[in-house]
């Protein structure tokens, strides 16, 4: 349990890291291939997971580009893997999250001698309601994955062995209850987690419009 | 006049040359040479679609015209006219945090440290009649206040000149009167004020200098006092008696 946390976590905090600043480009840069990039970056959002796991797999494996870093089966893999996946959830929500709030904000912005490049952080900033919602999109994505972690994890005990795997292996198994207690307590972690987030974010929202 | 004018030319000094700017082939703006060198306010009249707002965001910087030119205090504008000029808009846009934020945000760009921009930030609100929203959500402001906030937010970086899109026309008479009462201080203070209105009663409030836009060329431009007793143009006189002008 601790490992699924610790793996989906560290990777959208990774994949916050790339999406963010990449979203927030693609919002306010103007450059050639702006349009196809945003178009491939929305239709990443739907990569199979276990075609992701598969490549990274390749990558990876002994014989792959990145085989000498001896990663397969371990966390590391996993957390790339999921990577993958997420980050371009986070980098779509966040085009879009951002491009509307540039559309109120840039002409204002501009008035005040802010430059383009300069005003990112602050759409950022002041799109982070909404931006977390993107991060529990993603987050959602990452705690819920079995195909990607099995592949380049290996589902091995105590080492990559995640919720979602354990609960795969239960269930071929035929062990249905162990799996559908799994189950309910990988729901139950992550109703958690999204929900006191989105509480937190419910609460600032809130105070916003207090005494409106 | 500024003391040493004689000497340089007056930074607030706004002038417009040969000021071109169409869309789709039809003439948007065109005028051949405005100079803003009175004492102001300024005030834009003209009805809806005269260019108005447009000429005040070329005089801005914020829209490139098509051919001529804007300088300021003798110098062309550049593209981002930081620091020296500022622009209250129709609708206000804060920023999605606290009323004191919204003024730090514009107050940390000129580097001041963190004590002064406190004591400016507090100066301003009490300028605005906003000490007791300091903390309060921007967003939460009613219309008036946002705009007061607007205006404040405007003021705090010491512009040489301050545009004003009609910064009044969707406030109630209270809420006005705070807004203009903001603009006359700026004015005393040496500020350029440069303002848009579709209200005769404001630019008489207001007005040093009255220039009158009418489908994108300057029907006249007058001293206030003139203007309201005889107006040159047509479509002046039209506006100060309350006639339609199409």
Known sequence: ?212 | MREGAAFRTDPRLLEASGLRLSKQGVALLNIDKLVLDGAGPTLILGPNGAGKSLLLRCLHGMIQPDAGEVRQGGRRLDSLACGRQAMVFQQPVLLRRTVQANLDYVLRRQGLSRMARAERCAELLDMGGLAPRARQWARSLSGGEAQRLAVLRALACDPEILFLDEPSSALDPASTKAVEALVRQAHERGTRVVMVTHDVGQARRLAGDVLVLHRGEVMEHTPAAEFFDRPRSRAARCFLEGRLIL
């Open chain 1, 1 to 212: 349990m601790l490992l699924s946390l610790r793996v989906s976590l560290l990777a959208v905090v990774f994949a916050a890291l790339i999406g963010l600043p990449l979203g927030a480009a693609l919002a306010v840069g103007r450059f050639p291939g702006r349009r196809a990039l945003i178009i491939l970056v929305n239709a990443l959002m739907g990569l199979p997971p276990v075609v992701v796991g598969l490549l990274v797999y390749l990558a990876l494996s002994r014989s792959g580009p990145f085989g000498v870093l001896g990663l397969l089966y371990t966390p590391t893999a996993m957390i790339i893997a999921q990577v993958v996946l997420v980050t371009p959830i986070i980098a779509a929500l966040t085009r879009q999250t951002v491009e509307m709030l540039d559309a109120e904000y840039a002409e204002t912005l501009r008035s005040l001698g802010v430059s383009r490049l300069a005003s990112v952080p602050t759409l950022l900033w002041d799109g982070r309601l909404a931006l977390m919602t993107a991060l529990l999109a993603g987050f959602g994505r990452a705690i819920a994955e079995v195909g990607a972690v099995m592949i380049v994890g290996g589902n091995i005990n105590h080492v990559t062995r995640v919720m979602t795997t354990t609960i795969a292996l239960e269930t071929s198994k035929g062990n249905l209850a162990l799996a559908l207690a799994l189950g309910a307590v990988l729901v139950i972690l992550s109703v958690l987690i999204t929900g006191a987030v989105s509480m937190a974010g419910m609460r600032s929202a809130s105070q916003e419009v207090r005494h409106a």
